[in-house]
């Protein structure tokens, strides 16, 4: 899946930085040239690791170690 490794090394390099927005799916589709449901499929596999969170309305952001922290002391309840 060349868009989740394309979003995975934006964010391992730090061109997407904690709390900053990745792109939309449409800008995803577009500038990998892939089908809506691939780039859906790659946020939801980063959103299933804690990479990122998305707001409704809003967008999806890359998550912080610190935020990535937090769920995993909040797991043990």
């Known amino acids: 899946m060349r868009v989740l490794d ?5 964010i391992k ?8 927005r990745i792109p939309s ?6 500038r990998h ?5 691939t780039a859906r499929r790659a946020v ?16 999806t952001f890359v998550v912080g170690l610190a935020e990535r922290a937090g769920e995993d002391e909040h797991q043990d309840d």
């Open 6 to 10: 394309a979003l995975t090394a934006d």
């Open 13 to 20: 390099a730090g061109r997407i930085g904690p709390g900053e």
């Open 25 to 30: 799916e449409s800008e995803l589709c577009e």
């Open 33 to 37: 040239k892939v089908a809506r449901e």
């Open 44 to 59: 939801r596999v980063l959103r299933e690791r804690g990479i990122v969170r998305t707001e409704w309305g809003r967008g």
